[in-house]
């Protein structure tokens, strides 16, 4: 008797999404992504549906049959304390109906400033307003599963960057003008460590935790590449473009300035200070666990300039 495939879900189409379909499409299960519009740049044995994901009766509908859900669906960045947890308990609500497992993308603002490199165990004593959101969402996610409600897990990352990424401290800010020889425009210190994700590790990382039962009811940390300064990160992407490095690293008050005109950039400003001061990600209970499977540097940034060059015809 012929089987079906497992049923996997993604909420979102966006970098992350697109990198855990990546994954996915190596592994033999069908692949659901479910946005507003139903359109998505997918291969044709992946199915786009459109939903509204704040609708729990829509949740429910696009996840039946499902085995895994994955999460990586946001508002935009100036609506994150007002719609992001509504978001989420919508999909949880949906998922929780089917009895899947529900694998969330999650960043690292809920530790707030940190002077050691960020373990899960630390706590969440954010004081700004995003972060604030993030820790409440996350500890909404693990009631939910110890309650029994749904079977969870977390995966964190640090600032992403990689194919498809645009909209990050280094996405389309500065991989254009690494490969233009032109100035790279960073945030923060250009000086102090900064832990970058590769956005391939991000996806690959949600992969492996939907499949092990054991990551369920637990945050876990992606891996990443060694941690670097942003300026050795810069420079190497430079050395690899062929160009000599020209970076600038923009401080709170040209941020705060830029906020005048630009409502992303003011939402930026209370997150500054993860960019002037040392940031720096541990992954060792992921890696203890399923394996150190980060791409290194040198290789993460070469893809990076290789899908940039080619998506942008420079």
């Known amino acids: 008797m012929a089987t079906h495939p497992e049923l996997h879900v993604i909420f979102g189409t966006g970098p992350l999404a697109q990198s855990v379909m990546r994954e996915l ?38 996840t039946r049959g499902a085995t895994v859900v994955y999460q990586c669906a946001q508002p935009s960045y100036m609506q994150w304390p007002t719609l992001f947890p509504k978001l989420q308990a919508s999909i949880v609500a949906g998922v929780a109906a089917n009895g899947a497992r529900l694998i969330v993308g999650d960043n690292l603002y809920m530790y707030g400033e940190v002077n050691v490199p960020m373990r899960e165990d630390l706590p ?26 749904v079977q969870v897990a977390i995966a964190r990352a640090s600032d992403f960057y990689g194919p498809g990424v645009f909209g990050s401290v280094m996405g ?11 100035t790279a ?13 590769f ?9 492996m935790l939907g499949k092990q039962p054991e990551a369920l009811g637990q945050i876990w940390h992606v891996p990443n590449a060694e941690t670097v300064t942003t300026r050795q990160f810069l ?11 020209k970076m600038s690293g923009m401080g709170k008050f040209m941020t705060r300035l830029g906020g005048l005109f630009i409502p992303e950039a003011r939402e930026t400003v209370e997150m500054m200070y993860e960019f002037d001061r040392p940031f720096v990600v541990d992954h060792s209970k992921y890696a203890q666990a399923f394996g150190n499977h980060a791409t290194p540097l040198d290789t993460a940034i070469q893809r990076t300039l290789a899908w940039y060059r080619e998506h942008l015809k420079l």
Do not use: W
Request: hydrophobic share 40%; no cysteine.
């Open 25 to 62: 499409l190596q592994h033999d299960v069908q692949i659901r992504m479910v946005n507003r519009s139903g359109s998505a740049a997918v291969p044709p044995q992946v199915e786009a549906i459109a939903a509204d994901a704040y609708d729990p009766e829509n949740t429910q509908a696009v």
């Open 124 to 149: 969440n004593a954010a004081t700004t307003r995003k972060g604030r959101t993030r820790a409440q969402m996350s500890e909404a996610l693990l009631k939910a599963h110890q309650q029994g409600l």
């Open 199 to 207: 956005i391939e590790d991000f996806g690959k990382a949600l992969v």
């Open 185 to 197: 425009a960073a945030v923060g210190d250009l000086d102090v460590p900064h832990t970058y994700t």
């Open 235 to 245: 420079t190497l992407a430079f050395q690899q473009a062929g160009h000599p490095p």
């Open 172 to 182: 389309d800010r500065v991989f254009p003008a690494v490969l233009t020889g032109k």
